[in-house]
């Protein structure tokens, strides 16, 4: 091969070289060029979870805080509602036992109305009835305080080896004054105030035609 062939060959080659080259740093710049539409689209991307986890974090402490109001809410509505309830109850529980009250007291004047006692003996208790000294002023002083105008018996009790009046068992003949007998006094009634205690009657039961060989235990 002479040297112009030999020259040929290698401008051929080098020609081949550069082509090749050429194309690569085509490629190169190509890669390099995705490469960074490749950088920027993660970056955004990574901006993109940044901002959607700290909205995320945002909105679970708005979450936590409109739960947390949500149950002092509703525990300041149960506490309410329970109060209510309780006072229900109570006004419920009360009016059933004024019911009661009043039905016992109809009850009582019903029966005490068809069956009608002859006499209602009350017995009243204070410190000071030893200073109304006679039957006069022991009716004035009852007149005044309760309206009782004609009781049938006014009999003082003395204690015991002394002289000072303990209590004083009054009767009357209808129910209606031994009503206000036993109801509310004065405070000053006989001087420093009284207590008044119903006298119960003692009843009586006769059992006839009882054969007297019977044995009772």
């Not at 204070?126 to 009716?139: A, P, Q, T």
């Amino acid at each position: 091969m002479n040297f112009d062939q030999e020259n040929m060959c290698e401008f051929s080659e080098y020609y081949q070289l550069q082509k090749i080259l050429k194309n690569e740093l085509t490629t190169l710049r190509k890669i390099e060029k995705w490469a960074k539409k490749l950088r920027d689209r993660i970056e955004e991307n990574r901006m993109k979870m940044k901002c959607l986890k700290s909205d995320s974090l945002l909105m679970t402490q708005k979450h936590k805080m409109v739960k947390q109001k949500l149950i002092s809410k509703m525990n300041t509505t149960f506490i309410k509602y329970k109060n209510q309830m309780a006072k229900r109850i109570a006004e419920i529980q009360h009016r059933n036992k004024r019911k009661d009250k009043i039905s016992n007291e109809k009850d009582d004047k019903y029966y005490e109305e068809i069956y009608e006692r002859n006499y209602y003996d009350v017995s009243i208790f204070g410190k000071d009835l030893d200073k109304f000294s006679n039957i006069y002023e022991r009716m004035d002083e009852i007149k005044r305080c309760i309206g009782v105008t004609r009781p049938e018996m006014i009999r003082p009790v003395m204690e015991k080896n002394s002289s000072k009046i303990v209590k004083m068992i009054i009767r009357v003949n209808n129910y209606k004054d031994f009503k206000l007998l036993t109801g509310e006094w004065p405070l000053d009634s006989f001087i420093s105030g009284v207590k008044t205690q119903a006298n119960v009657p003692e009843l009586k039961i006769l059992i006839f035609n009882v054969d007297r060989k019977i044995k009772i235990h």
